[in-house]
């Protein structure tokens, strides 16, 4: 699957409620549910490594990794996503990063609860 809405980018700012997860009316238009996902433009490239502030990536609680991708291809990790509410991993879910070369792929669960959505960056 492919995270490239537009709205998921840490540089939108909005007050949208949208989620990653099946949740009628509030599903984020690009989350197909549990799986392997690239992101790709205009959402970014990667997952931020950082806590982008409340309010952005077209949500509430924004979706960041708490650690660092894998740095060599065909290298697999588990890391944990955090959700950020006022500057705190509010809410936390497992997610595997694979080294494809030029670009990870995501195996992402649904969030943990609506007003929390997966963020994109071009910088880690």
Request: with cysteine; glycine share 10%; proline share 6%.
């Amino acid at each position: 699957h492919i995270l490239d809405d537009s709205t998921r980018s840490v540089h939108h700012y909005s007050t949208y409620d949208n989620c990653d997860a099946n949740q009628l009316g509030v599903q984020s238009p690009d989350w197909k549910g549990e799986g392997w996902y690239r992101v790709m433009p205009p959402a970014g490239n990667f997952i931020p490594e950082w806590a982008p502030q409340t309010g952005l990536c077209g949500t509430w609680s924004t979706g960041w990794i708490s650690g660092k991708h894998p740095g060599k291809p065909g290298e697999n990790v588990t890391r944990t996503v955090c959700f950020n509410w006022n500057s705190e991993c509010q809410s936390r879910e497992r997610a595997q990063i694979l080294h494809c070369g030029d670009y990870y792929l995501y195996y992402l669960r649904e969030a943990p609860g609506c007003n929390l959505r997966y963020c994109g960056t071009d910088t880690r």
